[in-house]
Structures are given as C-alpha cells and as structure tokens.
C-alpha cells in the first residue's frame, strides 16, 4: 500500500466522486470528508458513504456543522426556494464561506494524518459562478494553509489539488468513466427526495444532465418528475 495520503472532500455528488478515483488512481491512500451542515439534500451523505466505500476509501468520516444557525443559501433556509431557473450572476444556491469551512477542517484532519494532500472537486468552468470555486481563491487558500499549520511551518508543506479545474462536466464523466465511477451511486440534486430520486430542474441537475448528453453517456440518475 502507498504511504502517500490525502484528505479527499466528498458530497456524493459527480464531482467529488470523480476526484476521489482520481486520487485513488494516483495512488494515495484516501480519507473522505464529509460534512451534515445542514443541507437541504442531505441524502447526498448516503450517496457520499456509498461513494467511499466503492472507490476503496481508507476511512470516511462524517463532520456535523449547523450552516443553518447563519443561512443566506436555499441550501441551508427552508423559506428560500432551490431556482429552477438559470439566474445572473452568484446564484442564491450559493452557500456562504463553505468551501473555506470545509478546507479549514479538512486542514486539521490533514495535519493529525500527516497528510500532504487535500483534494477538492471545485470547477471553473462548470461552477454556478460560485466566487469559492475559482483558481485564484485554491491558490490563496494553500498559501494560508502553509502560513497557518505546523506541518507547513516544518517545511512538509500541503497541497490543495484540483484536478477537476479546468474540465467540462463532459470531460469529468469521461474522465470517471475510464477510471470505472458508477455515477448511479451519486446524488447531485439540490432537492433530491429521500430515495435520492432527482428534481431534473435545479442548477445542479441542468448541469449534470448537459454534461452526461454532452459525454454521449446514459444519464443513471433517477428523477422523480
């Protein structure tokens, strides 16, 4: 077994999923990161369990957070209707400071682990115009995480990779296709139901669905409208 590690973020959705066999590919040992803060669609931490497990996951752990005590996303306030609808500019499915939650405590876990690596399946192409998802924002973030960490200070360093930066949701299904991702075990939906059956209309399911048609790949993913 390969002594390199990394700390994988995994919702249970195409991307996430996509960067773990990545990761695995590549030959780290991998430990998967999830969080219940509060989220809408919260069948996606089965979807994230199933993922791990599939993929050959090391250990996978689960992080209670309760984004909902702050709101301001229609993923985190019930009286904040998910769009169905594409909108201009920052969408309101935009959850605020999360990926800078999330990486800060897959930080932590990284640093207990001895961990050189951090993955994240953030995307500027196919990124709902979240501001947390671009290369400039990744790349301030490693350098805060090598300033802030003991293991940064000793000169061991820490990366955050993003293998998914640059490629279409096409090329990322493509991707995990060849690398053998069972996309029926994912769930992308902002508002899937507790079978983990998707809307079909939502920001994140457009996006998969063009990305599957672009692929000239069948859609697994079950809707229930």
Not at 33 to 55: I, N, P, T
Request: hydrophobic share 35%.
């Amino acid at each position: 077994m390969s002594d390199k590690k990394a700390v994988v973020l995994v919702s249970g959705g195409l991307d996430s999923t996509t960067v773990l066999a990545i990761a695995r590919h590549q030959g780290y040992q991998c430990y998967t990161l999830s969080f219940d803060y509060g989220q809408r669609h919260r069948v996606e931490l089965e979807a994230a369990k199933r993922v791990s497990a599939a993929l050959g996951a090391t250990q996978h752990k689960t992080v209670v957070l309760d984004l909902r005590t702050i709101g301001g996303s229609a993923l985190t306030d019930d009286a904040i209707d998910v769009p169905e609808e594409a909108s201009d500019g920052i969408p309101i499915t935009y959850v605020p400071a999360r990926n800078t939650v999330f990486l800060s405590i897959a930080l932590g876990w990284a640093e207990v682990l001895q961990a050189s690596d951090i993955f994240i399946g953030v995307n500027a192409v196919d990124y709902s115009g979240y501001p947390d998802c671009r290369p400039d924002y990744i790349s301030a973030y490693e350098t805060m995480a090598n300033l802030a960490t003991k293991a940064g200070v000793e000169g061991r360093g820490l990366r955050i990779q993003t293998p998914l930066m640059t490629m279409t949701k096409a090329d990322i299904i493509r991707q995990g296709a060849q690398l053998g991702v069972d996309y029926g075990l994912t769930v992308s939906c902002y508002q899937a139901n507790d079978n983990g059956q998707a809307c079909g209309r939502c920001d994140s399911c457009r996006l998969r669905q063009q990305g599957f048609n672009e692929a000239n790949t069948p859609d697994p993913t079950p809707y229930f409208t």
